[in-house]
Structures are given as structure tokens and as C-alpha cells.
């Protein structure tokens, strides 16, 4: 759901989403989606503590829906989970701010509010922003598909994914992605 023609960072930053409701900004325009549900939520929760476990010594970290701004694109995208490198997270807190740049990995876990369209931009901006790959997890399907330079792939359970470079290439069990506590 769409709110403006075209908006600046400046002015959505002091944009407020009605009460239930989501923001981010990309290209130009407020999108507002529902609070995720349960399922959802469940699954970020999972991705968090799977990709926290793979990267533990690393100089990257995993984190979930905050904006990241990218001027260049007029957008604030707020991925559901990423990853970041450790020092622009620590400088972003240092100076109170949103992160700069796209992350390395943007993960969406896809809803039934999100259009095909809305996810396709997400993904490019994503990818021209800088991210190595962009994750569309799918909880219905329970399947993964992976969007990067090269195109895309889908995973599912029974396979693993990747961890792309610069990160550590690290396995990820799709099936852990999707189980149910």
C-alpha cells in the first residue's frame, strides 16, 4: 500500500505509520505493511539465531527490522533480518543513526501483503545498493530462493544454503529455517 507520490529521506523521516502498521521507503515511496504474525515472526527469530550461530566469529552480525538508508536510491528499506558488517552496525549506534549502505545479505520472509512487484524492487535495490545476495524466504513452500549477481536459485528442504562472500561460507540447513518449536 502505497502512501505518496514521491517522498525525500528527509520527509520520511518524520512520516508516522498508522498504528498496526510497518514502514519503509524504497525508491520514493512509503510502503506499509501489517505487523507480521506469528509464522513470520518465527521464522526471522529462527534465521536470527542460525545465521548469530554461523557468524559468531566473524566481523559480521546478524540483525532485524531497522532501516537502512540508502540515499542514492531515496530509500530506507527495513529488511526482516541481515547482515551487517560489526563496524558500520557500531558506528551507526555511536552516532545514533540508521545504517548506512545495504547490508552484505537482506533477508525477506515473504507474506501474503507483499506484491511480487514490491519484492522484485526490493531485491534490485538491494543488489545495486551493494548486498551479495538477497534471501526471499517462502514459510508456505518452505523454500528459500537466493538473488544475487548471477541470477536466481531456489532451495528447499532437505538442501543447504550458502552464506555468500565476503561472508563465511557457511552451510544453512533450509529444513531449520522452517521447524516449528
Same mark, same amino acid.
Given at each position: 500500500?502505497?502512501?505518496?507520490?514521491?517522498?525525500?529521506?528527509?520527509?520520511?523521516?518524520?512520516?508516522?505509520?498508522?498504528?498496526?502498521?510497518?514502514?519503509?521507503?524504497?525508491?520514493?515511496?512509503? !510502503?506499509? *505493511? /501489517?505487523?507480521?504474525? $506469528? &509464522?513470520?515472526?518465527?521464522?526471522?527469530?529462527? +534465521?536470527? @539465531?542460525?545465521?548469530?550461530? %554461523?557468524?559468531?566469529?566473524?566481523?559480521?552480525?546478524?540483525?532485524?527490522?531497522?532501516?537502512?538508508?540508502?540515499?542514492?536510491?531515496?530509500?530506507?528499506?527495513?529488511?526482516?533480518?541481515?547482515?551487517?558488517?560489526?563496524?558500520?552496525?557500531?558506528?551507526?549506534?555511536?552516532?545514533?543513526?540508521?545504517?548506512?549502505?545495504?547490508?552484505?545479505?537482506?533477508?525477506? !520472509?515473504? *507474506? /501474503?501483503?507483499?506484491? $511480487? &512487484?514490491?519484492?522484485?524492487?526490493?531485491?534490485? +535495490?538491494? @543488489?545495486?545498493?551493494?548486498? %551479495?545476495?538477497?534471501?526471499?524466504?517462502?514459510?508456505?513452500?518452505?523454500?528459500?530462493?537466493?538473488?544475487?549477481?548471477?541470477?536466481?536459485?531456489?532451495?528447499?528442504?532437505?538442501?543447504?544454503?550458502?552464506?555468500?562472500?565476503?561472508?563465511?561460507?557457511?552451510?544453512?540447513?533450509?529444513?531449520?529455517?522452517?521447524?516449528?518449536?
Amino acid at each position: 500500500m502505497s502512501v505518496a507520490t514521491h517522498v525525500g529521506l528527509a520527509e520520511y523521516l518524520e512520516y508516522v505509520a498508522p498504528e498496526g502498521f510497518d514502514d519503509e521507503l524504497i525508491e520514493g515511496e512509503i !510502503v506499509l *505493511s /501489517p505487523s507480521p504474525k $506469528a &509464522a513470520h515472526a518465527d521464522v526471522c527469530h529462527r +534465521l536470527v @539465531l542460525l545465521l548469530t550461530k %554461523s557468524l559468531d566469529a566473524s566481523e559480521f552480525i546478524v540483525r532485524c527490522d531497522t532501516s537502512m538508508t540508502l540515499e542514492t536510491y531515496d530509500s530506507m528499506p527495513r529488511p526482516d533480518v541481515f547482515v551487517i558488517d560489526r563496524e558500520r552496525w557500531h558506528r551507526a549506534m555511536q552516532e545514533d543513526d540508521y545504517p548506512q549502505g545495504s547490508p552484505q545479505l537482506a533477508i525477506e !520472509v515473504f *507474506s /501474503p501483503g507483499n506484491s $511480487a &512487484a514490491l519484492m522484485q524492487k526490493k531485491i534490485a +535495490l538491494y @543488489l545495486n545498493a551493494g548486498s %551479495s545476495a538477497v534471501w526471499i524466504a517462502y514459510p508456505k513452500r518452505q523454500t528459500v530462493v537466493v538473488h544475487d549477481t548471477e541470477g536466481e536459485r531456489e532451495y528447499r528442504v532437505g538442501e543447504d544454503l550458502l552464506l555468500p562472500a565476503p561472508l563465511p561460507e557457511t552451510p544453512v540447513a533450509v529444513r531449520k529455517i522452517f521447524e516449528t518449536s
